[in-house]
């Protein structure tokens, strides 16, 4: 190992604090030698700023950067002066992931990220992009909605639409073209698979909208009232439809067909049921006509689900009185509660079931030795009918698991249980009954004291069994639609954050900490469980998410982006390093072109030069750029002794001696260290006062020649 500058210097690091001397008793002929500590320190502050080692032509475009929060560079502070003076590169912690960014109704805020790459390339620093996709820092809430069961409500009103027809197959009433063998109705392939479906096939000539049509039978209206159409659609294969009209004044509307927020001629069609729900109003006279425009593209088999395909009057008499007025908690919570210190109320929008809406939430800080002694209630406006047997549906998570138990109450706490529920912390369906034996059941109860944690509640839909009318299904997405999905999720990130960053960020890395620590030959998985925040891509999308992911990034930013793979433990485990180089063969040899890997190096004290040395011969074999990041060196402790500065110090050097030694120039991208000042394990080179630690003068001998 080279011998560092600051070696004669070392016995500071033994323990030297302060040695002084007199010439002789003359108090006006003495002095005092410079304490060996303080000597040391101004050794280490004589060093130039790092970036200013760069010196050799085959240094150029060599990059050292690190890593720092949003709030911390802006603002502009000691830290934000040393980050410039220091570095040429830096990226944004955590700040641009998925998690950051993605808001709870999938909308980006950019806002944050655009503001902090601006500052930085305007300080001379070339911001690196980090990170795309990874299985931590994910808004996992809101792809684990996306791939959440459908739950369809159909309208508790009269259906206006006659479906007899259908229903029977003879489709009285109802045209078609360009024939039977177009359009049927099918078992088993409406939503939840074991209702009917209306199926619709485009055939191989199919070019313009109605060269596959269906026209409904003629829907009787009352002049002056609004009526809302509800139509559940899926295809095979992507397609495109559109419906039209007689008996409107417009009969060829442009719409938001699917509450996107744009209007458009046409809507589109998938492998997942998509809900199309809108108003008409413009009626000509006392009836209208529904056409289903479907010939725009050939070969596509679509379906309609026919239970929940409605037509009604908006203004007609419900069939199902909900007794629980405000059983979305959208406009607020008439619910009450007590016990054990409990709290309540109604989330922020986007927390309700699906990611939409507001929920109602209690939170028990402990079980209690009752259920009962945590409660919430509702108040019905009347007692319920004695005899009479009541539905109870709604939707319920936790942040933990745990009993809670629903019941009918009277005043004097006799009551009717609909029986104990176990919540998870995945949104789930619930549907109970209970029969109210008496004729004082005036409030629903819910018990808490048996859950410690925050339970979610959402749909509260209370309601006589007896009165037909409004039903509920529940649709789970089959793999292929959950690839489809987690897909789409993938690419509508990546072609926001990639292409609003390119002005900036030249330099991404794509997929992030992709092998398996215990099985390094293979990738990680989440199906024995997500931590908080966690989402594994490649659970859905299989080793392909790599591809995916680099020709996404590859399509929507720049032309000469370098775009990166990384790792952690590479160094400490040799079998991972080579199931990433493998991994890495597979994406290229599948039209995924990998520029470079990332090694993340958090090291400590014992970390093997010996390993470090053969993780870049391996690395280096691949002929990719290869860069180090997330640099550390832990020391574990806050009150560090001198010994383990010394040692740091060298283990930051020959960090960078091995680099250069395996590496060959054209393959050294750079170093980027984890961090600034140092936190809890003291493992970077600045101190948390600001002050240049031995780390500091061991990473600048590095990077000497």
């Known amino acids: 190992m080279k011998t560092m500058k600051i070696n004669n210097i070392w016995l500071y690091a033994l323990g030297t604090l302060l040695a002084i001397s007199c010439a002789d008793l003359d108090p006006l002929d003495f002095h005092v030698e410079i304490p060996e500590n303080v000597a040391m320190q101004e050794e280490i502050n004589a060093y130039d700023h790092l970036v200013n080692y760069l010196t050799n032509e085959g240094d ?88 959440a069961p459908l739950v369809v409500n159909s309208p508790p009103y009269v259906n206006s639409l006659n479906k007899t027809g259908l229903s029977d197959g003879t489709f009285q009433d109802w045209s078609y073209s360009p024939g039977r063998n177009n359009v049927s109705v099918v078992d088993n392939e409406g939503m939840g698979g074991s209702s009917k479906a209306i199926q619709l096939f485009s055939g191989p000539n199919a070019s313009s909208p109605t060269d596959l049509q269906l026209v409904t039978p003629s829907i009787s209206v009352i002049p002056g009232n ?14 495109e439809g559109r419906l039209t009209f007689e008996g409107l004044i417009n009969n060829e509307p442009q719409i938001d067909w699917m509450n996107t927020g744009e209007i458009s001629e046409t809507f589109m069609t998938n492998l997942s049921w998509s809900e199309i729900r809108f108003e008409v109003r413009d009626f000509e006279g006392d009836s209208f006509r529904i056409k289903f425009d479907m010939g725009y593209t050939p070969n596509v088999t679509y379906h309609i689900d026919l239970e929940n395909l409605y037509v009604y009057d908006t203004d007609g008499e419900p069939l199902v009185n909900n007794l629980i007025s405000d059983g979305d908690f959208e ?37 209690t030795g009752g259920f009962w002694e945590v409660q919430t209630v509702y108040e ?57 034996s008496a004729a004082d059941r005036g409030r629903l109860i819910i018990s808490y004291g048996e859950f410690a944690g925050t339970v979610y509640l959402d749909e509260f839909v209370l309601s006589s069994s007896t009165v037909q009318g409004g039903s509920t299904t529940i649709v789970e997405r089959t793999p292929e639609e959950k690839r489809q999905i987690v897909s789409t999720e993938m690419e509508n990130w990546i072609s926001g954050i990639v292409p609003a960053a390119s002005a900036y960020v030249s330099a991404w890395n794509v997929v992030n900490e992709p092998m398996d620590d215990n099985n390094p030959s293979q990738l990680r998985s989440g199906l024995q469980g ?32 370098l775009l990166f793979i990384s790792d952690h433990n590479l160094e400490s485990n040799l079998d991972k390093c080579r199931g990433l180089i493998e991994y890495v063969r597979y994406l290229d040899n599948n039209g995924a072109l990998v520029d470079g890997i990332g090694t993340h190096m958090r090291l400590n004290l014992s970390s093997s030069t010996e390993q470090i040395a053969e993780m870049f011969r391996l690395l280096a074999a691949t002929g990719k750029l290869i860069k180090i990041t997330n640099l550390s060196v832990s020391l574990g402790t806050g009150q560090p002794t001198p010994v383990m500065l010394m040692q740091q110090a060298d283990m930051y050097q020959d960090v960078l001696r091995l680099y250069k030694e395996h590496v060959p120039v054209q393959q050294r991208y750079g170093v980027t260290i984890g961090g600034v000042t140092d936190g809890a394990d003291y493992g970077y080179l600045w101190s948390p ?17």
């Open 60 to 147: 150029q475009g060599f990059k050292i950067g690190t890593s720092v929060s949003q709030s911390q560079y802006m603002n502009r502070d000691v830290l934000f002066r040393l980050i410039n003076n220091n570095f040429n590169e830096v990226n944004l912690d955590l700040g641009m992931t998925h998690g950051a960014v993605v808001q709870s109704n999938g909308s980006h805020n950019l806002v944050n990220v655009l503001e902090f790459l601006s500052l930085a390339e305007e300080q001379g620093l070339s911001p690196f992009g980090h990170t795309l996709v990874w299985h931590s820092n994910q808004n996992a809430s809101y792809i684990n909605g996306l791939l």
């Open 226 to 239: 609004d009526y809302e159409i509800v139509i559940y659609i899926k295809s095979d294969i992507p397609g």
């Open 331 to 367: 406009t607020g919570t008439a619910w009450g509660g007590w016990g054990n210190n409990s709290i309540r109320g109604v989330t922020p929008d986007g927390q309700g079931v699906n990611n939409s809406g507001r929920a109602f939430y209690v939170t028990n800080p402990s079980t």
């Open 380 to 436: 019905f406006s009347e007692p319920l009918q004695m005899g009479e047997t009541y539905n109870l549906s709604f939707w319920v998570k936790g942040d933990a698991t745990g009993v809670i138990r629903p019941e009918i109450q009277s005043p004097d706490y006799s009551s009717n249980g609909f029986g104990q529920v176990y919540v998870t912390d995945e949104w789930q369906y619930v549907s109970l009954t209970a029969t109210a």
């Open 530 to 561: 997500a931590g908080s925040g966690q989402f594994f891509w490649q659970d859905y999308l299989g080793r392909d998410y790599g591809i995916l992911a680099f020709n996404l990034a590859r399509v929507h930013g720049n032309n000469d982006d």
């Open 689 to 705: 006062n600001f002050t240049r630690k031995p780390a500091y003068a061991g990473f600048a001998e590095g990077l000497k020649n």
